[in-house]
C-alpha cells in the first residue's frame, strides 16, 4: 500500500481500487479441503496472494483451516511472521547462505534443493544450537529447482546424516498438471514415487510428501500425496481453460474504478497516444482512471472490454499509464458511475481469464500485475 494512502479515509482514496472478498476465499479453500480429503492443505500466498494482499489474505486462510502457507521468498515469510501469524510457513524459492539464520530465527521452512544448500542449512543450525526445518526438493522434469530425481539418492543420503535438520518433507513440482494431456504429469508423479521408494526400501518414515498444485489437485486426485498446495484456485480462478473444473470455485477479486469524465468524440478526431482509433460517426467516450501504471495491461489497448451499467464497452486507443478511454458509442453513462474491470456486474462478468486472453498472457500474471497503486479494500 502507498504510504499516502494512511492520510486518507475509505471513501476518498482513489476510485480505482480492488474488493476482495475474504469469505469467498474461505469458501474456495473449503471447496479444495472436501476435494483432496484426508492431504493438508498448504494454502500458498506468494506475490502478494497473487495480487489479492499478502497479509489479509494469508490471515484469512488460517482463520478458514489452512494446515501451512507457502510463499516464495524469504521476505514475505517474514511479513506474515510479523504480522504474529504463527502457522508453519514453506518457502519454495531458493536461499542465499546469508539467508539461512534469519529463516531459522523466524521458525520458517527451508527448501533444500542440493546437498551444499542442505550443508550450509545443518552448519547453520548447529553454531546456533537448534534443528532447521527442512523440505527436500526433487526436480522430477520442470528443470527449475531441485535435485534431478536419477540423482535424488544421495541428497535423500545427506538428509539422513544432517544432525541439526529436520526433514519434515519431500516435494516436487508440476510442469504442465493443468493441461489436456497429463502424459509428462503421469510420468513425472512415477518418477517421485521413485524417489519415495528410497524410504520404504530402508524402512524409514516418510516425510510428507506433496507435488500437487492447482492444475494436479483438479486433474490427478492420486497425486494429493501427504499435502496439496493451491495457489490459483484460492482465488476461484482456474488454472487455464483445458483444465477439467471438478472442484466449484468463484472469483474474490473485483478491480473496479469509475467514470472520471464524459465527452463526444467525434468522427476525425483519435484518441489517445499514438491515434490509433478514430469512429466514423459521433460516439460517447468516457475516461476512466487506472492504467499500465497500476497494472493494466498496455497490450489491452483497443483490446480489452470494461464493464459499465452491466454492459460490455470497448477501450479505445491506447491504454495511458494513468487513465484509459472508453467507447459507448451511443450507450448512456454518467460521471461517478462504476466501472469494473475485472469480476461481476449487473449479469455481466470480465474474468481474469478474458484479460488474458486480450493481453496475450495468463490470469496468473493479470492477478499478480496489480500493483501497489491499487488499494485494497476487503469486504
Ligand atoms: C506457485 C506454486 C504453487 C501454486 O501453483 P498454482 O498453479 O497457482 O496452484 C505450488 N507449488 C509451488 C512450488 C509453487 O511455486
Redesign the pocket.
Known sequence: MLPVASALSNESIRPTRVEVDLGQLGRNLQAIRQHVGAAKVMA?V?ANAYGHGLVPVALEMVNAGADSL?V?LLEEAVILREAGITAPILV?GGIAETQIPIFIRNDLTLTAPSIDKLNLIDNAAAAMGVTARVHLKIDTGMERLGIHYYSADKLLEASLKARHVQVEGIYS?FANA?SADLTHAREQLSRFHEVLSFYEKRSLPLPQRHIA???AILQLPESHLDLV?????LYGVY?SRKCACTVSIQPALTWKSHVAYFKVVQPGHPVSYGSTWQSDHPVRVVTVPVGYGDGYFRALSNKGEVLIRGQRHPIAGRVCMDQIMVNLDWGTAYYRDEVVLLGKQGGAEISADDLADWAGTIS?EVLTNINSRVPRVYV
Open positions: 500458498v506468494k507457502g516464495a519454495f513440482h493443468d498444485n492447482s492444475g498446495r493451491p495457489g490459483i484456485m488454472p496468473y
